[in-house]
Protein backbone atom coordinates (compact mmCIF):
# COMPACT_ATOMS: atom_id res chain seq x y z
CA UNK A 1 0.00 0.00 0.00
CA UNK A 2 1.39 3.54 -0.96
CA UNK A 3 0.75 6.43 0.94
CA UNK A 4 1.34 9.87 0.50
CA UNK A 5 2.44 12.30 3.44
CA UNK A 6 3.73 15.76 4.15
CA UNK A 7 7.04 15.39 5.60
CA UNK A 8 7.60 17.50 8.81
CA UNK A 9 10.35 18.80 10.45
CA UNK A 10 11.39 15.79 11.76
CA UNK A 11 11.61 14.77 8.08
CA UNK A 12 14.52 16.38 7.31
CA UNK A 13 16.96 13.92 7.57
CA UNK A 14 14.79 11.79 5.60
CA UNK A 15 14.01 14.55 2.95
CA UNK A 16 17.89 14.72 2.29
CA UNK A 17 18.87 11.21 2.30
CA UNK A 18 16.40 11.53 -0.80
CA UNK A 19 18.11 14.44 -2.49
CA UNK A 20 21.62 12.53 -2.03
CA UNK A 21 19.82 9.35 -3.91
CA UNK A 22 18.40 11.33 -6.09
CA UNK A 23 22.06 13.34 -7.14
CA UNK A 24 23.99 9.97 -7.13
CA UNK A 25 21.07 8.58 -9.80
CA UNK A 26 21.31 11.56 -11.75
CA UNK A 27 25.32 12.17 -11.75
CA UNK A 28 25.23 15.13 -9.59
CA UNK A 29 26.11 13.90 -6.01
CA UNK A 30 29.23 16.24 -6.26
CA UNK A 31 26.67 18.90 -6.69
CA UNK A 32 24.82 18.78 -3.20
CA UNK A 33 25.67 21.11 -0.59
CA UNK A 34 22.22 20.81 1.23
CA UNK A 35 22.35 20.46 5.04
CA UNK A 36 19.29 19.31 7.44
CA UNK A 37 19.08 22.78 8.59
CA UNK A 38 19.28 24.09 5.28
CA UNK A 39 16.26 22.00 4.55
CA UNK A 40 14.45 22.82 8.32
CA UNK A 41 14.89 26.42 7.36
CA UNK A 42 13.58 26.15 3.55
CA UNK A 43 10.85 23.51 3.99
CA UNK A 44 9.50 23.89 7.29
CA UNK A 45 10.76 27.47 8.64
CA UNK A 46 8.54 30.86 8.78
CA UNK A 47 9.81 31.66 5.29
CA UNK A 48 9.44 27.95 3.98
CA UNK A 49 9.58 28.42 0.39
CA UNK A 50 9.07 25.16 -0.89
CA UNK A 51 7.45 21.89 0.47
CA UNK A 52 8.11 18.44 0.60
CA UNK A 53 6.06 15.20 0.21
CA UNK A 54 7.14 11.67 1.76
CA UNK A 55 5.73 8.65 0.11
CA UNK A 56 5.70 5.30 1.98
CA UNK A 57 5.34 1.62 0.72
CA UNK A 58 3.65 -0.73 3.09
CA UNK A 59 5.18 1.49 5.97
CA UNK A 60 8.73 2.22 5.00
CA UNK A 61 10.10 5.62 2.75
CA UNK A 62 10.12 5.15 -0.44
CA UNK A 63 10.26 7.68 -2.31
CA UNK A 64 10.04 11.92 -2.53
CA UNK A 65 8.66 15.13 -3.92
CA UNK A 66 9.97 18.92 -3.41
CA UNK A 67 7.78 21.40 -5.25
CA UNK A 68 6.61 25.18 -4.78
CA UNK A 69 4.46 27.53 -6.31
CA UNK A 70 4.86 29.79 -9.05
CA UNK A 71 2.72 31.78 -11.31
CA UNK A 72 2.02 32.69 -15.37
CA UNK A 73 1.14 35.84 -15.93
CA UNK A 74 -0.10 34.12 -19.57
CA UNK A 75 -2.65 31.89 -17.37
CA UNK A 76 -2.78 34.75 -14.72
CA UNK A 77 -3.14 31.88 -12.29
CA UNK A 78 -0.26 29.90 -10.04
CA UNK A 79 1.68 26.88 -11.21
CA UNK A 80 3.09 24.08 -9.34
CA UNK A 81 6.71 23.31 -10.28
CA UNK A 82 8.18 20.62 -9.24
CA UNK A 83 11.37 20.49 -8.25
CA UNK A 84 12.56 16.54 -7.37
CA UNK A 85 11.12 13.45 -7.51
CA UNK A 86 12.90 9.94 -6.51
CA UNK A 87 11.61 6.80 -5.89
CA UNK A 88 14.38 4.15 -4.62
CA UNK A 89 14.93 1.48 -7.22
CA UNK A 90 12.94 -1.27 -4.73
CA UNK A 91 10.02 0.36 -4.97
CA UNK A 92 9.65 1.45 -8.70
CA UNK A 93 7.02 0.01 -11.05
CA UNK A 94 4.97 -0.50 -8.04
CA UNK A 95 2.80 3.02 -8.21
CA UNK A 96 4.73 5.07 -6.17
CA UNK A 97 5.49 7.35 -8.74
CA UNK A 98 2.28 7.64 -10.09
CA UNK A 99 0.53 8.43 -6.80
CA UNK A 100 3.04 11.51 -6.17
CA UNK A 101 2.48 12.97 -9.17
CA UNK A 102 -1.67 12.15 -8.72
CA UNK A 103 -0.99 13.85 -5.11
CA UNK A 104 0.60 16.62 -6.62
CA UNK A 105 -1.96 17.16 -9.33
CA UNK A 106 -4.59 17.36 -6.55
CA UNK A 107 -2.86 20.19 -4.73
CA UNK A 108 -2.02 22.09 -7.57
CA UNK A 109 -5.77 21.89 -8.36
CA UNK A 110 -6.60 22.66 -5.00
CA UNK A 111 -4.59 25.90 -5.08
CA UNK A 112 -6.18 26.82 -8.62
CA UNK A 113 -2.71 26.03 -10.80
CA UNK A 114 -3.15 26.05 -14.58
CA UNK A 115 -0.17 24.20 -15.02
CA UNK A 116 2.18 21.44 -13.27
CA UNK A 117 5.60 21.56 -15.08
CA UNK A 118 8.94 19.93 -13.97
CA UNK A 119 12.90 19.07 -15.74
CA UNK A 120 14.24 16.21 -16.72
CA UNK A 121 17.19 15.57 -17.86
CA UNK A 122 17.38 14.41 -21.43
CA UNK A 123 19.07 11.01 -20.80
CA UNK A 124 16.49 9.70 -18.46
CA UNK A 125 14.67 7.69 -20.88
CA UNK A 126 12.60 5.79 -18.17
CA UNK A 127 11.66 8.60 -16.74
CA UNK A 128 10.58 10.09 -19.58
CA UNK A 129 8.45 7.45 -20.77
CA UNK A 130 6.98 7.75 -17.64
CA UNK A 131 5.70 11.20 -18.09
CA UNK A 132 4.36 10.49 -21.54
CA UNK A 133 2.28 7.74 -20.15
CA UNK A 134 0.77 10.36 -17.78
CA UNK A 135 -0.26 12.25 -20.44
CA UNK A 136 2.61 15.05 -19.77
CA UNK A 137 4.88 16.31 -23.01
CA UNK A 138 8.18 18.14 -23.26
CA UNK A 139 7.70 21.54 -23.61
CA UNK A 140 10.25 22.26 -26.78
CA UNK A 141 9.80 25.67 -27.20
CA UNK A 142 11.67 26.90 -24.51
CA UNK A 143 15.37 26.30 -23.11
CA UNK A 144 16.29 26.79 -19.06
CA UNK A 145 18.63 29.06 -18.52
CA UNK A 146 20.48 28.79 -14.75
CA UNK A 147 22.38 31.76 -12.88
CA UNK A 148 24.44 30.05 -10.05
CA UNK A 149 27.23 30.59 -7.48
CA UNK A 150 29.75 33.24 -8.74
CA UNK A 151 27.39 34.20 -11.83
CA UNK A 152 24.56 34.89 -9.33
CA UNK A 153 26.84 36.81 -7.08
CA UNK A 154 28.34 39.06 -9.71
CA UNK A 155 24.65 39.84 -11.28
CA UNK A 156 23.92 40.89 -8.20
CA UNK A 157 26.66 42.62 -7.57
CA UNK A 158 25.70 44.81 -10.82
CA UNK A 159 23.15 45.89 -9.08
CA UNK A 160 24.48 46.64 -5.66
CA UNK A 161 22.67 43.60 -4.25
CA UNK A 162 25.28 41.19 -3.77
CA UNK A 163 25.30 41.85 0.42
CA UNK A 164 21.78 40.44 0.35
CA UNK A 165 22.51 37.16 0.13
CA UNK A 166 22.63 34.95 3.23
CA UNK A 167 26.05 33.06 3.69
Known amino acids: MVTIDAAAPEDAALVLDFIRELAEYERLAHVVSATEEDLRRTLFGAGACAHALIARLNGA???????????????????????????RPAARRQGVGQRLLAHLAGIGLERGCGR??????????????FYVSLGASPNEEWTTYRLSSEALRRLAAAAGREDRAPE
Open 116 to 129: MEWAVLDWNERAIA
Open 61 to 87: PAGFAVYFFNYSTFLGKPGLYLEDLYV
